[in-house]
């Protein structure tokens, strides 16, 4: 995969994201499906914690995840995203996040094949790292539209599935 397609890839996957978090009552920001997750106001900050953290970490030259606390490597790179609490904001923050992280990728992009070590010790390249914040973004993607049928909101992906079946069933004149 190159640079470009990892850039476009992240960006279909939080125009999605953003499509179910949009869906979802602002007033339900503070739903939490059972007392150990995330709220869903929760759940968006740290997906943009992460990004930041990911995109920060990997774009460096003397990356180390083990220099400090998973913790404080988001105290780092995302210090203000934990205050941003209302649907509106949160909104906002994942549409403008993305930008300069892509400008980060970009500019590093030569240094995308290095070597790094993960939190567990094990060593991936920089580009793998990039793209596990792509995974880690869909996965909670995935937890969103659960928390939306638990509140009752029919997902945008399936919204969208449902209307594309039923334009190719639909009769022609």
């Not at 010790?121 to 969103?144: A, P, V, W």
Request: contains cysteine.
């Amino acid at each position: 995969m190159s640079t470009d397609r990892l850039v476009k890839s992240w960006s279909e996957v939080r125009t999605g994201l953003i499509n179910e978090a949009s869906q979802i009552p602002e007033d339900q920001f503070g739903f939490r499906a059972t007392p150990e997750t995330r709220t869903v106001a929760e759940l968006l900050q740290h997906i943009v914690q992460v990004q930041k953290m990911i995109v920060g970490e990997a774009c460096r030259e003397d990356t180390n995840l083990m220099r400090q606390s998973f913790a404080d490597h988001i105290q780092e790179y995302a210090p203000d995203v934990a205050a941003v609490t209302v649907k509106n904001g949160l909104l906002e923050l994942l549409r403008s996040s993305l930008e300069p992280a892509e400008a980060t990728i970009r500019g590093f992009c030569d240094g995308l094949q290095q070597a790094m070590r993960r939190f567990d010790g094990k060593e991936i390249t920089k580009f793998d790292f990039l793209n596990f914040g792509i995974s880690h973004e869909m996965y909670h993607r995935g937890q969103l539209t659960v928390y939306e049928r638990l509140l009752g909101v029919e997902p945008a992906l399936t919204q969208y599935f449902n209307k594309r079946i039923a334009a190719v069933a639909a009769p022609t004149d």
